[in-house]
């Protein structure tokens, strides 16, 4: 029988009613016809190789959706959604890849855009982009879409489509065996979907390398069988790509481990509409589809028979009313149930229309069911009938369809399994396939060899009838579970291969007896490959991975040795006396890439002072007494543990008195104005009620002095003093007498979690007064605390998941981030680990609610705490990076600093080529975070918050970004030498450290002890005493005053500071200096697309830009910081 032409909409219905070619006979044709006529598809008329996928379609695609979307859900893995176009450029990345599909893109206007094939090349640039760390992985994605694939072969609905739906995976893992581990568990799925929803039965399997994915390492399969046709087909795949998509993205990760970079670990795994074909082919029969109950749109239709003309209307309204309450009933218990009430067609043409259709359980209900309170049934698949009491019809449809499934999947299952043949002798193979079996057959899984085997298996008469049931072996995976029939070491059937394992390995002739003559004369063990041998659940070859990769890293650390063996060849050294030595310097140079060894900032830090310590008692040894007396004021007090504890700001403090609520209610709205815009470190209004009912009366106080409220208000009291107010006694900071009496109320541990989330805002108000108090440590303590104790409580969790009023949510989300903020802060400025892993929050940026602050500036401050976190992570952490890596960082860095400033609105945005403007304090705290290594802009700020009476005397971080921009401006001196005098932005510096020690900010006074001591080392004392006679007497414009006077200064006054620009006119700094012409930017980088320019050729340039080749670094730490050390006593020598 010739294959029909499909059909059309021309065609009138009565041509179309039934199926006119049988599945035995004429399988293709029968397959158009079912998937038309069941209303499963339509052909799209308008271009060929499409179709309309109509509602029962849709039904069962949805059903198997939101089965596997649940499990997906479970192993917390993503979804996304992508674009539709990518670029012959993205194409282009993926070489070996893409060349299975370039027959296949649809290609789109003059300029070459394409829709996509599969999303590697849409997708992997972002997760080039979005993992950055280790701690980023692993990343794991998954989208629903369409693909577009221009077919040019004959085209089939579900099968072979220019356009369909599909589920596709990406992630990407730290190592092989967490990328191994998920192939296996989405393999498992596929099969469980298959098998439990559609029942359909498959073999789990691993494909050959001929079959494999296109660039992938390898594949994973599940294989179904068709008895009709006799042949295979593939259910769906997972895939290991190995690292073959991450180099060609460049997604990578600082090993753990610490020895350099690792090319991630990629998966992708998909299924796809294809899966209702191979359901159509394996259940459907001559009468049409045949559908599974638990995919089933109808999985129950109900067939009212027997009424005819001398039924009553009555008699019919009864019995229809009995069918409908039997579906309501049925419907209740969740089954999907259809009454056929169409008016004009027999009960026997229904019949056949909803055979067709493929409904699993059809019920027949007339007047004689009704008398006998029964109800009668017909099976789909096997033709079962029989009747139900009407009573128990509810159970039994249940336990019916139950049985329907599973009757499904064992006649299938049965089919199959009586399909699979054994073949041991290669005069079977063919017959074994003519007669419509699958043969399993030993084989080497050489490539060539199984091209030979399809080439001996293809009948050539037949290569024209598709029909035919052998043209050709295709092999169809490797399977898990290896036939016991087939021996290990059994040698591959084909005939005409004769070569061992060995000698195919060695490329050399085999004898091709066993033991072959070559394998014998070395000593080889020799097999002959089989199936059973490469069969990936097996733990052999894990290990055989595992061997590789470890001789591989010995390898390389060999050659690394080898490197750092070579003498170091210097200015002063004969090159040619090792030359000699030099090849494996030149080998190594190949394998390894350019690499910095990036150390903790910490460590930066801790060097760096004692080298100059060691440097200043080296000077003063051999120094006059005059430059001796110079030196030695510089040299500060005594060092000091590096724990500044806080225990003296606690003990022997005494109970603070009540102050009034007119000075309560002040230091409130000081505390809100300052810390309540960027922050949110209580809700106002609550605060507000409760200090009110603080002052109501006697009983009332009483009551709330007992409460955990009274412990934070004492905390919000001592914050308040400590933002303006001058110091209660020279030895502690202000405030100190309630925050100590609010530490001694603070509950035990076990304690706080019963407290809500009032217990995290007193813990981050507590480490905020210990941070402003230089007691970093305890800090870092109370805030990690209260970071924990928010997680316990759910305040990171997204606002839909979170109980309670959208007021209470809204503010315990702002909390949360609150914490984190202060958190990565303090973790940063001590070089230790964050309290919390970035991976594991789902917690959602701060949303706009009345009655609280707009979240702008709330949201661009985390977005900078975060930048800051990443900094840290990128070019302070214990790890090797290549240089190429290093400046993308800084580009990605840069880019997005560049953002977080564009994203500051206008009315918090600065002008810094008019700074003599009023400055909020919310705008110069942002951009003081934003600023913290731009130490001229820095400076700019605090000087005018100094001027107008706005710096914080104690907190706000305003010490340590004063602080932080004079050692800049101060190594930046270093850098360019002291030929130049020193620039007026460390004079102004300066002044603020001592205007906030002369308030008794002792932590100050350090800071400016320190900033001496590095301005000695590059600006001599002894000829340029004018100079730097500002250390020691301060600035003209408010450091000469008494303190009691400065302190009593109206902010709008007549000293008002105005910062000028005569402070960059050296020849040194003019490049940092803005134009008078130009436009205020709150970054001030030149132009956006700056951060678009690709620098990676030019990371050699850069690297020497800070990486003096003249100096001989061993990457030992000790040796080259003697060495840099010689460079500071060089200094003082020029």
Same mark, same amino acid.
């Given at each position: 029988?010739?294959?029909?032409?499909?059909?059309?909409?021309?065609?009138?219905?009565?041509?179309?009613?039934?199926?006119?070619?049988?599945?035995?006979?004429?399988?293709?044709?029968?397959?158009?016809?079912?998937?038309?006529?069941?209303?499963?598809?339509?052909?799209?008329?308008?271009?060929?190789?499409?179709?309309?996928?109509?509602?029962?379609?849709?039904?069962?695609?949805?059903?198997?959706?939101?089965?596997?979307?649940?499990?997906?859900?479970?192993?917390?893995?993503?979804?996304?959604?992508?674009?539709?176009?990518?670029?012959?450029?993205?194409?282009?990345?993926?070489?070996?890849?893409?060349?299975?599909?370039?027959?296949?893109?649809?290609?789109?206007?003059?300029?070459?855009?394409?829709?996509?094939?599969?999303?590697?090349?849409?997708?992997?640039?972002?997760?080039?982009?979005?993992?950055?760390?280790?701690?980023?992985?692993?990343?794991?994605?998954?989208?629903?879409?369409?693909?577009?694939?221009?077919?040019?072969?004959?085209?089939?609905?579900?099968?072979?489509?220019?356009?369909?739906?599909?589920?596709?995976?990406?992630?990407?893992?730290?190592?092989?065996?967490?990328?191994?581990?998920?192939?296996?568990?989405?393999?498992?799925?596929?099969?469980?979907?298959?098998?439990?929803?559609?029942?359909?039965?498959?073999?789990?399997?691993?494909?050959?390398?001929?079959?494999?994915?296109?660039?992938?390492?390898?594949?994973?399969?599940?294989?179904?069988?068709?008895?009709?046709?006799?042949?295979?087909?593939?259910?769906?795949?997972?895939?290991?790509?190995?690292?073959?998509?991450?180099?060609?993205?460049?997604?990578?990760?600082?090993?753990?481990?610490?020895?350099?970079?690792?090319?991630?670990?990629?998966?992708?795994?998909?299924?796809?509409?294809?899966?209702?074909?191979?359901?159509?082919?394996?259940?459907?029969?001559?009468?049409?589809?045949?559908?599974?109950?638990?995919?089933?749109?109808?999985?129950?239709?109900?067939?009212?028979?027997?009424?005819?003309?001398?039924?009553?209307?009555?008699?019919?309204?009864?019995?229809?009313?009995?069918?409908?309450?039997?579906?309501?009933?049925?419907?209740?218990?969740?089954?999907?149930?259809?009454?056929?009430?169409?008016?004009?067609?027999?009960?026997?043409?229904?019949?056949?229309?909803?055979?067709?259709?493929?409904?699993?359980?059809?019920?027949?209900?007339?007047?004689?069911?009704?008398?006998?309170?029964?109800?009668?049934?017909?099976?789909?698949?096997?033709?079962?009938?029989?009747?139900?009491?009407?009573?128990?019809?509810?159970?039994?449809?249940?336990?019916?369809?139950?049985?329907?499934?599973?009757?499904?999947?064992?006649?299938?299952?049965?089919?199959?399994?009586?399909?699979?043949?054994?073949?041991?002798?290669?005069?079977?193979?063919?017959?074994?396939?003519?007669?419509?079996?699958?043969?399993?057959?030993?084989?080497?899984?050489?490539?060539?060899?199984?091209?030979?085997?399809?080439?001996?298996?293809?009948?050539?008469?037949?290569?024209?009838?598709?029909?035919?049931?052998?043209?050709?072996?295709?092999?169809?995976?490797?399977?898990?579970?290896?036939?016991?029939?087939?021996?290990?070491?059994?040698?591959?059937?084909?005939?005409?291969?004769?070569?061992?394992?060995?000698?195919?390995?060695?490329?050399?002739?085999?004898?091709?007896?066993?033991?072959?003559?070559?394998?014998?004369?070395?000593?080889?063990?020799?097999?002959?490959?089989?199936?059973?041998?490469?069969?990936?659940?097996?733990?052999?070859?894990?290990?055989?991975?595992?061997?590789?990769?470890?001789?591989?890293?010995?390898?390389?650390?060999?050659?690394?040795?080898?490197?750092?063996?070579?003498?170091?060849?210097?200015?002063?050294?004969?090159?040619?006396?090792?030359?000699?030595?030099?090849?494996?310097?030149?080998?190594?140079?190949?394998?390894?890439?350019?690499?910095?060894?990036?150390?903790?900032?910490?460590?930066?830090?801790?060097?760096?002072?004692?080298?100059?310590?060691?440097?200043?008692?080296?000077?003063?040894?051999?120094?006059?007494?005059?430059?001796?007396?110079?030196?030695?004021?510089?040299?500060?007090?005594?060092?000091?543990?590096?724990?500044?504890?806080?225990?003296?700001?606690?003990?022997?403090?005494?109970?603070?008195?009540?102050?009034?609520?007119?000075?309560?209610?002040?230091?409130?709205?000081?505390?809100?104005?300052?810390?309540?815009?960027?922050?949110?470190?209580?809700?106002?209004?609550?605060?507000?009620?409760?200090?009110?009912?603080?002052?109501?009366?006697?009983?009332?106080?009483?009551?709330?002095?007992?409460?955990?409220?009274?412990?934070?208000?004492?905390?919000?009291?001592?914050?308040?003093?400590?933002?303006?107010?001058?110091?209660?006694?020279?030895?502690?900071?202000?405030?100190?007498?309630?925050?100590?009496?609010?530490?001694?109320?603070?509950?035990?541990?076990?304690?706080?979690?019963?407290?809500?989330?009032?217990?995290?805002?007193?813990?981050?108000?507590?480490?905020?007064?210990?941070?402003?108090?230089?007691?970093?440590?305890?800090?870092?303590?109370?805030?990690?605390?209260?970071?924990?104790?928010?997680?316990?409580?759910?305040?990171?969790?997204?606002?839909?998941?979170?109980?309670?009023?959208?007021?209470?949510?809204?503010?315990?989300?702002?909390?949360?981030?609150? /914490?984190?903020?202060?958190?990565?802060?303090?973790? %940063?400025?001590? $070089? +230790?680990?964050? @309290?919390? !892993? #970035?991976?594991?929050?789902?917690?959602?940026?701060?949303?706009?609610?009345?009655?609280?602050?707009?979240?702008?500036?709330?949201?661009?401050?985390?977005?900078?705490?975060?930048?800051?976190?990443?900094?840290?992570?990128?070019?302070?952490?214990?790890?090797?990076?290549?240089?190429?890596?290093?400046?993308?960082?800084?580009?990605?860095?840069?880019?997005?600093?560049?953002?977080?400033?564009?994203?500051?609105?206008?009315?918090?945005?600065?002008?810094?080529?008019?700074?003599?403007?009023?400055?909020?304090?919310?705008?110069?705290?942002?951009?003081?975070?934003?600023?913290?290594?731009?130490?001229?802009?820095?400076?700019?700020?605090?000087?005018?918050?100094?001027?107008?009476?706005?710096?914080?005397?104690?907190?706000?971080?305003?010490?340590? /970004?004063?602080?932080?921009?004079?050692?800049?401006? %101060?190594?930046? $001196? +270093?850098?360019? @030498?002291? !030929? #130049?005098?020193?620039?007026?932005?460390?004079?102004?510096?300066?002044?603020?450290?001592?205007?906030?020690?002369?308030?008794?900010?002792?932590?100050?006074?350090?800071?400016?002890?320190?900033?001496?001591?590095?301005?000695?080392?590059?600006?001599?004392?002894?000829?340029?005493?004018?100079?730097?006679?500002?250390?020691?007497?301060?600035?003209?414009?408010?450091?000469?005053?008494?303190?009691?006077?400065?302190?009593?200064?109206?902010?709008?006054?007549?000293?008002?500071?105005?910062?000028?620009?005569?402070?960059?006119?050296?020849?040194?700094?003019?490049?940092?200096?803005?134009?008078?012409?130009?436009?205020?930017?709150?970054?001030?980088?030149?132009?956006?697309?700056?951060?678009?320019?690709?620098?990676?050729?030019?990371?050699?340039?850069?690297?020497?830009?800070?990486?003096?080749?003249?100096?001989?670094?061993? $990457?030992?730490?000790?040796?080259?910081?003697?060495?840099?050390?010689?460079?500071?006593?060089?200094?003082?020598?020029?």
């Amino acid at each position: 029988m010739s294959i029909q032409p499909p059909l059309t909409l021309n065609q009138k219905p009565a041509e179309i009613i039934g199926i006119t070619a049988t599945k035995e006979e004429d399988f293709p044709q029968w397959y158009q016809e079912v998937v038309v006529k069941a209303g499963m598809v339509e052909y799209y008329t308008e271009i060929a190789g499409l179709f309309v996928l109509r509602p029962l379609t849709m039904f069962i695609w949805n059903e198997l959706r939101k089965w596997f979307q649940s499990h997906l859900d479970e192993m917390d893995i993503g979804e996304a959604a992508f674009p539709l176009f990518l670029s012959a450029k993205s194409l282009a990345k993926e070489k070996d890849h893409i060349e299975g599909f370039a027959p296949e893109l649809a290609w789109k206007l003059d300029v070459p855009v394409a829709i996509r094939p599969t999303s590697e090349a849409i997708m992997y640039p972002y997760y080039s982009k979005w993992i950055r760390s280790h701690r980023d992985l692993p990343l794991r994605l998954n989208q629903w879409n369409s693909v577009v694939r221009w077919e040019t072969k004959q085209t089939t609905p579900f099968l072979r489509t220019r356009e369909f739906l599909w589920q596709e995976g990406h992630t990407a893992h730290l190592t092989e065996e967490q990328a191994g581990i998920e192939v296996l568990e989405i393999l498992e799925l596929y099969a469980q979907l298959y098998e439990d929803l559609l029942a359909v039965p498959v073999v789990r399997g691993r494909k050959t390398e001929n079959e494999r994915f296109a660039g992938g390492y390898y594949t994973m399969t599940l294989e179904g069988y068709i008895p009709s046709n006799g042949r295979g087909i593939q259910g769906a795949t997972s895939h290991c790509l190995g690292q073959n998509f991450s180099k060609m993205f460049d997604i990578s990760v600082e090993d753990p481990a610490g020895s350099g970079r690792l090319y991630v670990w990629q998966n992708s795994w998909a299924f796809s509409t294809r899966v209702i074909g191979v359901m159509v082919m394996i259940h459907g029969d001559n009468k049409g589809l045949v559908l599974p109950p638990r995919v089933a749109q109808t999985q129950i239709v109900m067939v009212p028979v027997g009424i005819n003309r001398k039924t009553s209307a009555e008699d019919k309204d009864r019995l229809m009313d009995q069918l409908y309450e039997m579906r309501k009933m049925l419907k209740k218990l969740g089954l999907r149930v259809e009454v056929d009430t169409r008016e004009g067609y027999t009960p026997a043409w229904k019949f056949n229309d909803w055979e067709m259709k493929g409904v699993p359980l059809r019920m027949e209900f007339g007047p004689k069911d009704a008398k006998s309170h029964v109800v009668s049934y017909a099976v789909r698949h096997n033709n079962e009938k029989g009747t139900i009491p009407v009573a128990e019809i509810g159970p039994q449809a249940t336990r019916l369809l139950e049985q329907i499934q599973k009757g499904m999947y064992d006649k299938a299952n049965l089919a199959y399994s009586q399909h699979r043949k054994v073949i041991g002798n290669w005069d079977e193979v063919t017959p074994a396939l003519d007669s419509k079996n699958v043969v399993l057959i030993p084989f080497c899984l050489d490539g060539k060899c199984e091209e030979r085997i399809k080439q001996l298996t293809t009948k050539e008469d037949d290569l024209g009838d598709q029909r035919t049931a052998s043209m050709g072996m295709k092999s169809l995976c490797i399977p898990f579970e290896q036939p016991s029939e087939i021996e290990e070491g059994r040698k591959c059937l084909n005939p005409e291969c004769d070569s061992c394992e060995s000698c195919r390995r060695r490329k050399v002739k085999c004898s091709g007896s066993q033991p072959c003559l070559t394998c014998t004369r070395h000593g080889f063990e020799c097999r002959f490959g089989t199936i059973a041998r490469r069969g990936y659940s097996e733990a052999s070859y894990v290990q055989d991975l595992v061997k590789t990769i470890k001789g591989l890293e010995e390898k390389l650390e060999e050659v690394s040795r080898k490197q750092s063996s070579t003498p170091f060849i210097g200015p002063s050294m004969n090159r040619d006396a090792v030359e000699g030595d030099s090849e494996p310097a030149r080998e190594a140079e190949m394998l390894l890439s350019p690499v910095l060894t990036v150390v903790s900032g910490p460590a930066f830090e801790c060097s760096v002072r004692t080298m100059v310590r060691d440097h200043v008692d080296n000077q003063n040894s051999h120094s006059s007494p005059a430059t001796t007396i110079i030196t030695s004021s510089g040299n500060g007090p005594p060092k000091q543990s590096q724990w500044n504890t806080a225990a003296t700001l606690v003990h022997g403090s005494p109970t603070p008195e009540l102050i009034s609520q007119g000075q309560s209610r002040q230091l409130f709205e000081t505390f809100l104005s300052l810390m309540g815009v960027n922050q949110h470190f209580v809700d106002p209004r609550a605060f507000s009620d409760s200090l009110d009912l603080l002052y109501h009366d006697e009983a009332t106080r009483l009551r709330q002095m007992q409460t955990l409220w009274y412990t934070q208000y004492l905390l919000v009291m001592a914050v308040g003093m400590l933002i303006g107010s001058p110091s209660e006694s020279p030895a502690s900071p202000p405030g100190t007498s309630f925050f100590a009496e609010a530490i001694k109320n603070i509950p035990p541990t076990y304690e706080l979690g019963s407290h809500g989330v009032l217990a995290v805002e007193t813990l981050c108000l507590a480490g905020l007064y210990l941070q402003w108090c230089d007691r970093k440590h305890d800090a870092y303590v109370y805030v990690g605390s209260a970071l924990r104790l928010a997680m316990a409580l759910g305040c990171q969790l997204p606002h839909d998941e979170q109980q309670g009023l959208r007021s209470e949510v809204n503010h315990r989300v702002r909390v949360w981030w609150t /914490a984190y903020m202060l958190d990565r802060r303090l973790s %940063t400025g001590l $070089g +230790f680990p964050p @309290g919390v !892993d #970035g991976r594991q929050l789902r917690a959602e940026l701060p949303h706009p609610f009345s009655g609280y602050q707009h979240p702008l500036p709330m949201i661009i401050n985390i977005r900078i705490a975060q930048t800051t976190d990443e900094i840290m992570a990128s070019f302070y952490g214990n790890m090797t990076i290549t240089q190429t890596e290093f400046v993308t960082r800084i580009q990605d860095t840069l880019h997005n600093l560049y953002e977080i400033g564009r994203s500051i609105p206008s009315s918090l945005a600065m002008d810094f080529c008019n700074m003599t403007t009023a400055t909020t304090r919310t705008s110069a705290s942002l951009y003081l975070m934003l600023f913290q290594d731009a130490a001229t802009k820095s400076i700019r700020i605090l000087s005018t918050l100094r001027a107008e009476k706005r710096i914080a005397l104690f907190g706000y971080f305003d010490l340590d /970004a004063t602080f932080s921009a004079a050692f800049i401006l %101060t190594m930046m $001196g +270093f850098v360019q @030498g002291q !030929d #130049g005098a020193p620039p007026e932005g460390l004079k102004q510096a300066a002044g603020i450290l001592r205007h906030l020690s002369r308030a008794g900010n002792h932590a100050a006074q350090r800071r400016l002890d320190e900033l001496k001591q590095f301005y000695e080392q590059v600006w001599s004392p002894t000829s340029d005493t004018d100079r730097q006679s500002w250390l020691e007497e301060g600035d003209s414009s408010l450091g000469g005053l008494p303190f009691t006077e400065r302190a009593t200064l109206d902010a709008s006054g007549e000293r008002v500071f105005a910062v000028q620009d005569e402070y960059m006119t050296t020849s040194a700094w003019v490049p940092w200096q803005m134009g008078p012409d130009q436009q205020a930017n709150p970054l001030d980088f030149n132009m956006p697309q700056s951060f678009e320019m690709d620098l990676s050729h030019e990371a050699t340039d850069i690297y020497s830009s800070f990486n003096d080749p003249t100096l001989p670094l061993t $990457g030992v730490d000790d040796v080259d910081w003697a060495e840099i050390g010689k460079i500071f006593n060089l200094g003082g020598d020029r």
